[in-house]
């Protein structure tokens, strides 16, 4: 059974103005040669840029978290959660406002001379009814959303991570059948549009290393538009190792047209947790950690880049005493940045 449910941001409080606000700052500083300063007051500037071309968001909720310890005099806590404040993850759009989000997240990468990586999580009937439960009211409402993605996204750099879950609950049968046509139909506008755009490259979801067999996902993955995309993306929100997700990505990749992939190792240090209800393992395990940082230097020529699509720190549910899915959880955060190497 797939265990990747939750962990969706889909509405965050404040996107709309802080995506307006960020739209006309500098973040800190661009050079391709700025690092992170060590003092816990220090502002939250880009990585270098030949090694991850991400945007990096100096005003995420692991920034703001920094400054809060700062100022209360945590300083080793402020310097725990800088080793995710100053990495670049994904904005996950919410419903309400996707052209203004769009905008002022890719304004603000532009402005730094970086690539935004946006998540886009709206599809109908999402995560069937889980923590993350949700979505545009209907296949209109949808096609409306993606749209004002792309007015948003226009011709600045962005990558795009596809709806995740959303080919995965057709095939484990989360996602009920008389849902399915539409959804592949949906999956197909999202990446003709998107991909019509300049500058943006999208990639599907497809699974985690402990989902299952490449075997029963690469023909929906074929349905839902994978030809036109510029690949897939593997482990987003879960704990698989990256030689584990490397190994899946590359069997699914030799059947779809030997597509290249993207993993997310936002969490996966200490690789998935082994203990609890395995049903909820994926929800907010204990004794994670961070994984690699984001780069497009990787370890296998397939793999177009290891990013944080999953924003380390935020909720994956209402479970093991966390806040609803996308809430910033400081304890948590601080958990995983502890268990991470420097």
Avoid at 143 to 170: C, F, K, S, Y
Avoid at 190 to 205: F, I, N, P, Q, W
Wanted: proline fraction near 7%.
């Amino acid at each position: 059974m797939y265990d990747s449910r939750g962990a969706r941001s889909a509405a965050r409080a404040g996107a709309l103005g802080a995506a307006l606000l960020l739209a006309g700052c500098s973040s800190g500083g661009g050079g391709a040669g700025d690092k992170p300063a060590a003092s816990p007051q220090a502002a939250i500037t880009q990585q270098p840029k030949e090694a991850d071309p991400f945007w990096v968001n100096p005003d995420s909720n692991a920034a703001r978290q920094v400054k809060a310890y700062a100022k209360a005099g945590k300083d080793s806590d402020a310097e725990q959660i800088r080793k995710i404040a100053a990495q670049p993850t994904g904005e996950w759009i919410g419903p309400e406002n996707p052209e203004q989000e769009a905008r002022g997240f890719t304004e603000a990468a532009q402005k730094s001379d970086r690539t935004a990586l946006l998540v886009l999580y709206d599809i109908p009937h999402r995560d069937c009814g889980q923590y993350s439960q949700g979505g545009a009211a209907d296949g209109d409402a949808y096609r409306a959303w993606i749209d004002g993605v792309a007015r948003g996204i226009q011709d600045r750099p962005a990558t795009v991570i596809l709806e995740p879950d959303a080919v995965l609950h057709m095939v484990d049968g989360c996602t009920q059948s008389q849902f399915q046509e539409e959804r592949y139909s949906l999956l197909n506008y999202a990446v003709g549009k998107l991909k019509s755009l300049k500058s943006t490259k999208v990639y599907l979801d497809a699974g985690n290393a402990g989902w299952g067999h490449p075997d029963q996902i690469y023909r929906p993955l074929q349905q839902a538009g994978i030809a036109q995309a510029d690949g897939f993306a593997v482990n987003v929100s879960n704990f698989y190792s990256t030689q584990d997700s490397i190994t899946y990505g590359k069997q699914l990749s030799a059947k779809v047209g030997s597509k290249h992939f993207v993993i997310d190792t936002s969490r996966n240090g200490n690789g998935p947790y082994a203990g609890g209800d395995p049903e909820e393992r994926w929800c907010n395990p204990p004794g994670r950690s961070l994984g690699e940082t984001p780069t497009t230097k990787t370890a296998d020529p397939s793999v177009d880049a290891y990013l944080w699509v999953k924003r380390p720190g935020e909720s994956d549910g209402t479970c093991k005493g966390g806040p609803q899915a996308g809430n910033w959880w400081p304890t948590y955060a601080l958990k995983l940045a502890q268990g991470s190497t420097p």
